[in-house]
């Protein structure tokens, strides 16, 4: 079954970086675009970038432009989100996931990233 | 696009049928003829679970209880008994016009 595990979340100090990681299974990764969607605390879903299956394309939220880098290495299955010049209010839950029908289809569990010095 | 759902919280009757707007700022058919209109369920503590693609269609394993309306810039979802594990918050989301993908702001759906 397809499963998405997001990891690398943590505690980081605002104007720092860090990198999350997707590694997926159950499916053919190098033929979907993926997303990363996140969720403030007790807040809504916010969409914040997408890649092609194959990388050529990157889309992402006008809050996180010029500050993050979504990639994706389709020879280890695995999704990153490069987070630089981080905000307390970059802090949520990020999501992974995979695309379907133009929408995110499944979803991770989702690794937390608080921005907090 | 800015999605404008209603209402924010909606108090449920077991059994009892229950529906939530989702309006968009613009028509939401795209160059193509499609219209990319989703609904999420956030059950507490849980990831995101998309319901309903393409404003109409069940994903796989979802309840036919649930069920997706609409055209142009006004959308439903619509529950049509509600059960116990229904409880959580629900999102629509479109990808019509985008990037960016935009999603309203959420209901939360309580018995």
């Known amino acids: 079954q397809v499963q998405l595990m997001e990891s690398g979340g943590g505690v980081v100090q605002p104007g720092r970086s860090l990198r999350l990681s997707c590694e997926a299974s159950?499916?053919?990764?190098?033929?979907?675009?993926i997303y990363w969607v996140r969720q403030a605390p007790g807040m809504g879903l916010e969409w914040v970038a997408v890649i092609s299956y194959d990388g050529s394309n990157k889309f992402y939220a006008d809050s996180v432009k010029g500050r993050f880098t979504i990639s994706r290495d389709n020879s280890k299955n695995t999704l990153y989100l490069h987070m630089n010049s981080l905000r307390p209010e970059d802090t949520a839950v990020y999501y992974c996931?995979?695309?379907?029908?133009?929408?995110?289809?499944?979803w991770g569990h989702g690794t937390l990233v608080i921005v907090s010095s | 696009v800015v999605l404008t759902q209603s209402p924010l919280y909606l108090p449920v009757t077991l059994g009892q049928p229950a529906s939530i707007s989702c309006r968009s700022s613009?028509?939401?058919?795209?160059?193509?003829?499609?219209?990319?209109l989703s609904w999420f369920q956030q059950r507490p503590g849980q990831s995101p679970r998309r319901l309903i693609y393409r404003v109409s269609n069940r994903d796989s394993g979802v309840p036919d209880r649930f069920s997706g309306s609409g055209s142009g810039t006004d959308f439903t979802l619509k529950i049509s008994r509600v059960e116990a594990e229904d409880v959580g918050i629900y999102y629509c989301?479109?990808?019509?016009?985008?990037?960016?993908?935009?999603f309203g702001q959420g209901t939360r759906v309580d018995i």
């Open positions: 996931a995979k695309d379907e029908n133009s929408s995110p289809q499944y």
């Open positions: 989301l479109q990808g019509s016009h985008s990037p960016p993908w935009t």
């Open positions: 159950g499916f053919t990764f190098s033929s979907y675009s």
């Open positions: 613009q028509g939401l058919v795209n160059i193509n003829g499609n219209t990319y």
